[in-house]
């Protein structure tokens, strides 16, 4: 009964982090959506993620556009900062958020109509300048909320629930990230958790304009056989580039195994893991050869899911623009208004 409010009270053996939060703490609204829905699984990871990471809510700003995708922050992190803006305007304001309080962490979603129609040139960019965010798109080749027409997305051939054939070819919204200089670049599938909550929580780790292309089948409109969207069509076709796990910062781990081999390591807390060392002809820091990769790929009829590419050392919209180390909305008086004689120097230098 998606009316009725989630109940307040939590089980006193709950697992809590460092901060004393559960899970249900990061979690939000009951969802509306469709039974089913990979956006449902999408938010799952995030407020998974956030608990693992120890993440304080209050310091998380949540942004959004329209459609499915859009409706999701209602149900995840239910304690945050959060803006619902308009059709393909979320990477604008939250660019303006960003440059007025660089302290918050920013997690902007939206939807493959969202951002690759309406919103393509504001996706184009936020990636362009570097904007420090986590951009998930929500991926499932359908506009759902008008009935299930084909998305920007929706691969050249595949068939509509209604039985019509898509004549366009697809925008690649992962290609596009790559060319225009995003720091960080990934691809994941809803219905892969081991995946999709590492990945997330290394992009919400980055220091620069970290995108996530998450395909999300729409169990309504694009998840029969003619879709390239649906679960069974992702699962039979993903290729997984990696092996992902994140790490926080503690004293060095060394370890020394053979490429394609897996280990066992002791972590610092005395957990297991174990590591996937990758063939040495994948470098996640090569962004050419990850554009290469992918489009090879695509032509084998695969779907590339992991971490495809990562800048080990992101600049971001600040480093670029120079601002104070002080988010400018704690900026006082005296130094947003430093008087008329400066300003004079500054008016004579511009002549």
Same mark, same amino acid.
């Given at each position: 009964?998606?009316?009725?409010?989630? /109940?307040k009270l939590h089980h006193p053996k709950l697992l809590r982090n460092n901060l004393g939060h559960t899970r249900r703490d990061y979690e939000g609204a009951i969802s509306?959506?469709?039974?089913? #829905?990979?956006?449902?699984?999408?938010?799952?990871?995030?407020?998974?993620?956030?608990?693992?990471?120890?993440?304080? &809510?209050?310091?998380?700003?949540?942004? =959004?556009?329209?459609?499915?995708?859009?409706?999701?922050?209602?149900?995840?992190? $239910?304690?945050?900062?959060g803006f619902n803006s308009v059709h393909g305007r979320m990477p604008s304001v939250l660019t303006g958020a960003n440059l007025a309080n660089r302290d918050l962490i920013?997690?902007?979603?939206?939807?493959?109509?969202?951002?690759? =129609?309406?919103?393509?040139?504001?996706?184009?960019?936020?990636?362009?300048?570097?904007?420090?965010?986590?951009?998930?798109?929500?991926?499932?080749?359908? *506009?759902?909320?008008?009935? @299930?027409?084909?998305?920007?997305?929706?691969?050249?051939?595949?068939?509509?629930?209604?039985?019509?054939?898509?004549?366009?070819?697809?925008?690649?919204?992962?290609?596009?990230?790559?060319?225009? @200089?995003?720091?960080?670049?990934?691809?994941?599938?809803?219905?892969?958790?081991?995946?999709?909550?590492?990945?997330?929580?290394?992009?919400?780790?980055?220091?620069?304009?970290?995108?996530?292309? #998450?395909?999300?089948?729409?169990?309504?409109?694009?998840?029969?056989?003619?879709?390239?969207?649906?679960?069974?069509?992702?699962?039979?076709?993903?290729?997984?580039?990696?092996?992902?796990?994140?790490? /926080?910062?503690? &004293?060095?781990?060394? !370890?020394? #195994?053979? /490429?394609?081999?897996?280990? =066992?390591?002791?972590?610092?807390?005395? =957990?297991?893991?174990? !590591?996937?060392?990758?063939?040495?002809?994948?470098?996640?820091?090569? +962004?050419?050869?990850?554009?290469?990769?992918?489009?090879? +790929?695509?032509?084998?009829?695969?779907?590339?899911?992991?971490?495809? *590419?990562?800048? &080990?050392? &992101?600049?971001?919209?600040?480093?670029?623009?120079?601002?104070?180390?002080?988010?400018?909305?704690?900026?006082?008086?005296?130094?947003?208004? /430093? $008087?008329?004689?400066?300003?004079?120097?500054?008016?004579? $230098?511009?002549?």
């Amino acid at each position: 009964m998606t009316f009725l409010s989630k /109940p307040k009270l939590h089980h006193p053996k709950l697992l809590r982090n460092n901060l004393g939060h559960t899970r249900r703490d990061y979690e939000g609204a009951i969802s509306t959506l469709c039974a089913g #829905c990979g956006h449902d699984s999408i938010s799952a990871a995030i407020v998974r993620a956030c608990f693992d990471l120890e993440l304080p &809510p209050h310091r998380i700003a949540k942004l =959004s556009g329209i459609g499915c995708s859009s409706k999701t922050p209602t149900y995840f992190l $239910g304690a945050s900062h959060g803006f619902n803006s308009v059709h393909g305007r979320m990477p604008s304001v939250l660019t303006g958020a960003n440059l007025a309080n660089r302290d918050l962490i920013y997690l902007g979603v939206s939807g493959d109509g969202d951002s690759a =129609s309406i919103g393509l040139g504001q996706f184009a960019h936020a990636m362009r300048r570097g904007v420090n965010m986590v951009y998930i798109v929500e991926n499932n080749g359908v *506009y759902g909320l008008t009935k @299930g027409q084909f998305s920007a997305t929706s691969d050249k051939g595949a068939v509509s629930k209604r039985g019509l054939e898509n004549s366009d070819e697809a925008i690649d919204l992962v290609g596009m990230a790559l060319q225009l @200089g995003a720091t960080f670049v990934g691809r994941s599938f809803s219905g892969d958790k081991t995946q999709l909550v590492p990945l997330i929580e290394a992009a919400l780790r980055h220091e620069g304009a970290a995108f996530i292309d #998450c395909i999300s089948p729409c169990v309504a409109f694009n998840n029969h056989g003619g879709s390239t969207k649906s679960f069974d069509y992702v699962r039979e076709h993903n290729a997984a580039v990696n092996y992902l796990d994140v790490v /926080p910062d503690r &004293p060095e781990i060394t !370890l020394d #195994c053979s /490429p394609g081999s897996v280990a =066992s390591v002791t972590q610092h807390d005395g =957990s297991l893991l174990q !590591l996937r060392k990758l063939n040495s002809d994948y470098n996640m820091h090569d +962004r050419i050869s990850a554009l290469t990769f992918m489009q090879q +790929r695509h032509a084998s009829g695969e779907i590339v899911t992991g971490l495809l *590419y990562v800048d &080990p050392n &992101p600049r971001d919209l600040h480093a670029h623009l120079q601002t104070s180390d002080q988010p400018l909305n704690e900026l006082q008086d005296d130094t947003l208004v /430093p $008087g008329s004689p400066l300003l004079a120097r500054i008016n004579a $230098g511009l002549r």
